[in-house]
């Protein structure tokens, strides 16, 4: 069974997977290696300092 099958919903959203839907798996260290499930254009990792401040600068 996989993550998503074993999840039902997105890890990031919180939303239902639909059947079929493509989804990408996360690695989460929490005590141990998890593997979770989120939609395919969703994350669980915040969006990178760097990639925010350079953004910041740039406008
Ligand atoms: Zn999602």
Redesign the pocket.
Known sequence: MSAAERQR???????PFAPGERTDLETVIDGGVLYVA??A??STYPPRRETEAARRLSA
């Not at 919903?9 to 939303?15: I, R, V």
């Open positions: 919903t997105c890890a990031a959203c919180g939303g989120v939609h254009c969703h």
